[in-house]
């Protein structure tokens, strides 16, 4: 399994980017797949996740009503869509997957625990 983000850049308080992680793998719509998100100096945090269907998703409290996460499965890529950015916003992102097709809770894909691959990254910084 190799995950490659992209999408990342610099863009100013306000503006929007759309992030993509590419998948390897033939089963990539079995695999539930998360966002996580790393500022200097922190640790990493989580942003996002969304089942293999994609019937589910949660979101970290800070990027609710900010960010969506979603899926298409014919193109083994997951996104994360980060409107009205903030500077609070900047970091490295991570996409993560896990392709054990364990059961979905919000509780579980909170954490960095089931996820079994993650991707190289990929700067975001927002300038205010």
């Known amino acids: 399994v190799q995950l490659q983000a992209s999408g990342g850049g610099l863009v100013q308080a306000g503006d929007s980017l759309r992030l993509s992680c590419a998948a390897s793998?033939?089963?990539?719509?079995?695999?539930?797949m998360g966002w996580f998100r790393q500022a200097p100096g922190k640790e990493r945090d989580f942003v996002a996740a969304?089942?293999?269907?994609?019937?589910?998703?949660a979101y970290a409290d800070s990027v609710k009503g900010r960010f969506t996460i979603s899926r298409e499965n014919a193109r083994n890529t997951v996104y994360l869509q980060m409107n009205s950015l903030e500077p609070e916003d900047t970091a490295v992102y991570y996409c993560?997957?896990?392709?054990?097709?364990?059961?979905?809770?919000?509780?579980?894909?909170?954490?960095?625990?089931?996820?079994?691959?993650w991707g190289q990254g990929t700067q975001v910084t927002v300038s205010s």
């Open positions: 969304i089942s293999w269907s994609g019937a589910n998703q």
């Open positions: 993560a997957a896990d392709p054990t097709g364990g059961i979905w809770t919000d509780k579980r894909y909170r954490s960095e625990r089931p996820y079994g691959y």
């Open positions: 793998g033939r089963t990539f719509s079995n695999w539930a």
